[in-house]
Nanobody
Framework: QVQLAESGGGLVQAGGSLRLSCVVS????????MGWFRQAAGKEREVVARFSRISGRTYYPDAVKGRITISIDVAKNTQHLQMNSLKPEDTAVYYC????????????????????WGQGTQVTVSS
């Protein structure tokens, strides 16, 4: 059983930065396939970052590429999502999600493909 606990959301001005954290319990953080998703009001949940446990590679969609980075703190069994140059359109609830069976970084981009979810954390970017 994997449990995920998120933290790090908040209110930030456009151009600012936030770092979200997802503490992994039940497995090593480097041994789970992780997806980071966001869901803005009235919109579908969408992927913003992927970490593949079978290749160690990451994937970022064009909307966030160059502004968002996944990192893993092995000692704290935590994955981080560093978000820079934030824009008002990045405002959403952000979720980390995990699946035990690995897939390539540019695969498993849909919410339904994940087994475990964090509780979500609100990110609000003001203009």
């Amino acid at each position: 059983q994997v449990q995920l606990a998120e933290s790090g959301g908040g209110l930030v001005q456009a151009g600012g930065s936030l770092r979200l954290s997802c503490v992994v319990s039940g497995r090593a953080a480097s041994d789970v396939d992780m997806g980071w998703f966001r869901q803005a009001a009235g919109k579908e949940r969408e992927v913003v970052a992927r970490f593949s446990r079978i290749s160690g590679r990451t994937y970022y969609p064009d909307a966030v590429k160059g502004r968002i980075t996944i990192s893993i703190d092995v000692a704290k069994n935590t994955q981080h999502l560093q978000m820079n140059s934030l824009k008002p359109e990045d405002t959403a609830v952000y979720y980390c999600a995990a699946r035990v069976i690995g897939c390539e970084a540019n695969e498993c981009l849909l919410p339904g493909q994940y087994d475990y979810w964090g509780q979500g954390t609100q990110v609000t970017v003001s203009s």
